[in-house]
């Protein structure tokens, strides 16, 4: 009898986020509903379109294509397969993804950067669940669960024009948000265990052991590129510290900014570590939610970037703060300015220079 398949074996962490994403994909899994997973890049969406079919009990395989990854003309082909001497080329029959996910699942990374032709097709092949090879006119019936992921706003692509709308609602039917890895900092140590053991097992080799220090540094770091950049930080601490612990020290200045470390360095800083044994304080590690930032949360950018856009960052997160006053304030421009301690005439003016819509008042 085969093992039973656990949520917990792909979604890891005990923060409140991944937890009630684990429960969600509980929930969805076993319906035959278009999922469209969205949330940043590198925050593993795939792993999220894995756990649905793992879980949903089709007996056909998981079929993945990048819609981003191939180019325009060669994507219809890839997704709904080709008639011989339909082009040049097309020397035989063959197959495409849609095909191939039959009674299984397809999953459609980066939807958001498929053409508005393809849209079309695709759309047809959702509703009625059959599709035409290229140079075909044959109709052919297939199976399929539908996985959708993207890193994008396709609500705003929609209103600009850039995404069908009519396919937009066909692919939402269940929206699945992936947080960021900031967004579940409390997970990064049981990310560190999971993933220090699957590279090590298939290269091989004995992982590094991150000590207390290098776990609250890892904990602290803003990690742009999600999940994804966290696996190579610790793909260079499998190449560089092979079965060595790592502090914060190696973090900083071998890992988050790659440099080779040089043996007496490092024997050098094991003598002075040796002397200073103080306790570290976790209670900022071991919280549910991410710490909100504070100015001297940017005292040591620049030992993880060497440059930062400062006008660019301080609008971001004046236009955060804004539609989160607004959102609070239910619309109301004067409860949100009280609520960001500015003038009513300020908010509107940066209101108007930032273009922020003011949301509905109840």
Avoid at 224 to 238: F, H, K, M, S
Avoid at 336 to 350: D, Q, S, V
Wanted: charged share 30%; glycine share 6%; proline share 4%.
């Amino acid at each position: 009898m085969a093992e039973s398949t656990s949520v917990d074996e792909f979604i890891v962490g005990q923060s409140a986020a991944t937890k009630e994403l684990r429960r969600l994909v509980d929930i969805l899994a076993p319906a035959d509903s278009t999922v469209l997973i969205q949330g940043q890049t590198g925050s593993g969406k795939d792993v999220v379109a894995r756990a649905i079919h793992a879980l949903s009990g089709r007996k056909g395989p998981l079929i993945s294509i990048n819609c981003a990854a191939i180019p325009t003309e060669l994507l219809e082909s890839e997704l709904f397969g080709h008639e011989k001497g339909a082009f040049t080329g097309a020397e035989t029959d063959r197959k495409g993804r849609f095909e191939l996910a039959d009674e299984g699942t397809l999953f459609l990374d980066e939807i958001g950067d498929m053409n508005l032709s393809l849209q079309t097709k695709l759309l047809r092949a959702i509703e009625n669940r059959t599709i035409q090879r290229v140079g075909g006119s044959k109709d052919i019936e297939v199976n399929f669960r539908l996985i959708c992921a993207t890193h994008q706003n396709l609500q705003a692509h929609v209103d600009e024009g850039k995404f069908r709308a009519d396919l937009f609602f066909r692919i939402n039917v269940f929206p699945v948000q992936v947080p960021s890895l900031a967004e579940r900092s409390v997970d990064i140590p049981d990310l560190i265990d999971t993933i220090c053991a699957s590279i090590s097992e298939s290269q091989n080799s004995k992982p590094p052991l991150f000590d207390e220090t290098a776990l609250s540094e890892l904990s602290r770091y803003n990690w742009p590129g999600n999940v994804r950049e966290l696996r190579n930080v610790l793909e260079r601490a499998i190449v560089l510290f092979p079965q060595k612990e790592i502090t914060s020290k190696e973090v900083r200045e071998n890992l988050l900014r790659l440099k080779v470390p040089d043996e007496n360095e490092e024997l050098e800083a094991l003598w002075e570590e040796t002397g200073n044994l103080n306790s570290i304080d976790l209670d900022g590690l071991i919280s549910d939610k991410p710490p909100l930032p504070v100015p001297s949360s940017y005292q040591d950018w620049f030992s993880y970037f060497d440059t930062i856009d400062l006008r660019k960052h301080l609008q971001e997160v004046e236009i955060v703060l804004i539609e989160a006053a607004l959102r609070k304030k239910e619309g109301q421009i004067t409860g949100a300015a009280e609520a960001l301690k500015l003038r009513r005439t300020t908010l509107i003016e940066k209101m108007k220079k930032l273009m922020i819509e003011r949301p509905n008042a109840n």
